[in-house]
């Protein structure tokens, strides 16, 4: 009953929501603070019936996205976006459900002019004063900006007159996502939710139709949707649009209607533009189009929206009411021949001036070029000094001096007549002779004409791949594709975060600046080149150990540091193959390692662990404590974390070789273990995930589910990621202790995995790799097919585009991250399938390390180095 009652007091705070202005909400939650948390929870219910929330495909995108961009979630809610994203990000509600929050009214939120590069409203399209907020959305945008929208369909009573009054608003719809269905009747029908992805126009600027006295234009808010408004109103003659039209500023930024701030409708006509405001006479090149000749975008949901891009101009489309069906839809002006005098009913396009005094300016045509120049003058203007081309080897007819003077006696229809009968009568090589003459001179180089911040920013939006074509066009567009600044931030998408030290200056041309990012970038693209694709040299051969199994690996830099169960470590040079140092001291099998700069840890069979520099061989510390072997380390700084066969754990510090913490808990064997600095994570061979706080020794969590030992584990402050035996990988939220999700799919154990930016890589010992999304737990990947391994996977390591893993089949693969398509093979040992086994690898950007050995004494027990870098020579 009390479910029904909640559920019934969520719907009427719902309506209320809906009827009333976002300054009506502000007031309702202010007086009832209650009221919200119902709300909120209502509304929770509600989405978590749905086959997918759509904050989480924003996300998703926001995530494709640079993460320097900032974000204004208007109803945030919780604020999962804020949560989920590296951006910058501004949440508003009216509630303040997370610390994150700044309450405030929609339609006015504490955001400067042109702040944001995104704006957001999942699910928040509410109140009556639509217009408002979305104007507010408008002002906070920069210009280019992009206004991401999730709404349920059913809020609006027509969705294609909601997307024409937001073009009046300065948008234009660039994205639709359908989620799976053929088409929007069936989105509608089937899921009741649609997403809308807007993009701010080029320039915030909004053409409206003054209306005429006998014209009663009337917009009211059920073109922003509200279904108990009656359908809005515009008055317009689709074959008459050469009337007064003005240039609305962006500090007005109203619908066509003519709306006030507040919705109502506006009750003063605006004046005509004077005639005198215009600046001087000023001759332009005008080009002559036909009807149709420019281009139409066909809209996702079947209805044109028209949108017109010209050197100089801007064409903008506007609303008609449809006699039949009542609805509003997009109209095309239609574009008229030229008259003698120019007027082709055309709206005036930014930056073109009027001509002082003319007849024409009140409808803001554009200005026409002097009657004396012809396009025989542009032509030879053009040219400069080199010479008109001819027809070569013909004499003029004796007629064609008369023929041209009675052509110029003729009115501008008469001439335009002429031509249409010339054309008709011309062979199609002369034609095509005509255009080759003809089209030249209306060639523009836009990118060179425009300011250069404004060709830069154009630029910015090609691929790097595109960026290079272009620097090959001219000297200007090179200068402008090597800016510096654009080449960061194409670095900056790729990951790289480190311009390129140009120290051979001998080679760059005098006087010509080079990027240095875009030498960054050219570089690990030819790194990634290699590891696809390049010729693979023979590896560079490290034998130590004997015959024993290397049992762990670590690499930094350029010092490899190996570990065996011959109670050995051996530090080697990644550059020249040499061992540098034989670490001795254990007496027993090493089986765990940490690395960082010249700091070695080691943990053995003989139950200690050991402090070494790795420069010297010398051991620092002992540390002495565990009961049982050392099987599992992970270091954060100073402090080491040590998991042992004898269920405890103890946190180190290197530094002083003192125990600071004894962790117990756990009832069987330590099998892994993970620090991050506050927490420590793991997990053993009792079937469970442990959560510690290391400062007070207690665990805060015990993560019980797996049915067999814990084998691996990640941990990446936020979620828990474990591996077991029972097949099973399990997400866990750190501060709850929930699972979040069951990974299933592997068939066998899970022997290791690496977690990145919510990526998680699983290799089994069913010979499969997986890729997951650990925040929706979908499997994403399988890495498998003909060239998949043909034995356990024992090691695996990704990067921002491919995933390297290892078998006991011999081999190392490569395999592309995004696609899971399998690359090639780095390694495949002749004793491959007999015996020969790469134990582990370890990969920095341009260097793979393979441990390799055999359990028959079928191969060697050796390094392999592989390098992918670049000569730079």
Known sequence: ???????????????????????????????????????????AQQVGRWPQNPVDRIIQRLRQRSASLVVADFGC??????????????????????????????????????????????????????????????????????LMVAEVASRFEDLRAFMNAMAQLGFRSVNKELKGFNSLDDLLHVKGITTRILELNSQRMTCRRRPSSEEAVRVSPALLGDSKAPVPQVVAEEEDVSGPWELESAGKRNVESGLEANGSQGQEEQEPVSSTACGEPEEEEETEEEEGSCCSEEGEDGSNIYFYYTIGERWIDYLQRTEDSGFLRHVRPKMKRKSENGLDGRALSPGKKLCKGSEYSRTLGPCMPSPTTTFGDLRNAKAGQARRRRIPSVAPPPELQDWLRTFQRWSGPEKLLALDELIDRCEPSQIKYMMQVIEPQFQRDFISLLPKELALYVLSFLEPRDLLRAAQTCRYWRVLAEDNLLWREKCREEGIEEPLNLRKRRLLSPGFMYSPWKFAFMRQHKIDMNWRSGELKAPKVLKGHDDHVITCLQFCGNRIVSGSDDNTLKVWSAVTGECVQTLVGHTGGVWSSQMRDSIVISGSTDRTLKVWNADTGECVHTLYGHTSTVRCMHLHGNRVVSGSRDATLRLWDIETGQCLHVLMGHVAAVRCVQYDGHKVVSGAYDYTVKVWDPESESCTHTLQGHTNRVYSLQFDGTHIVSGSLDTSIRVWDVESGNCLHTLMGHQSLTSGMELRDNILVSGNADSTVKIWDIKTGQCLQTLQGPSKHQSAVTCLQFSSKFVVTSSDDGTVKLWDLKTGEFVRNLVALESGGSGGVV?????SNTKLVCAVGSRNGTEETKLLVLDFDVDLK
């Open 77 to 146: 809610g919780d604020c999962k976006i804020a949560s989920s994203v590296r951006n910058k990000v501004h949440c508003f509600d009216l509630v303040p459900l997370s610390p994150l929050v700044t309450v405030c009214d929609m339609a006015k939120v504490p955001l400067a002019d042109e702040s944001v590069d995104i704006a957001v409203f999942c699910l928040a399209l509410m109140g009556t004063n639509l217009q408002e907020i979305l104007e507010e959305a408008n002002r906070v945008l920069k210009q280019g900006g992009t």
């Open 1 to 43: 009953m009390e479910e029904r009652l909640l559920a019934a007091r969520f719907r009427y705070i719902n309506e209320r929501l809906y009827t009333g202005s976002s300054r009506d909400a502000v007031e309702l939650f202010q007086s009832d603070p209650e009221a919200f948390q119902i709300y909120h929870r209502g509304f």
């Open 839 to 843: 134990w582990r690898i370890r990969a």
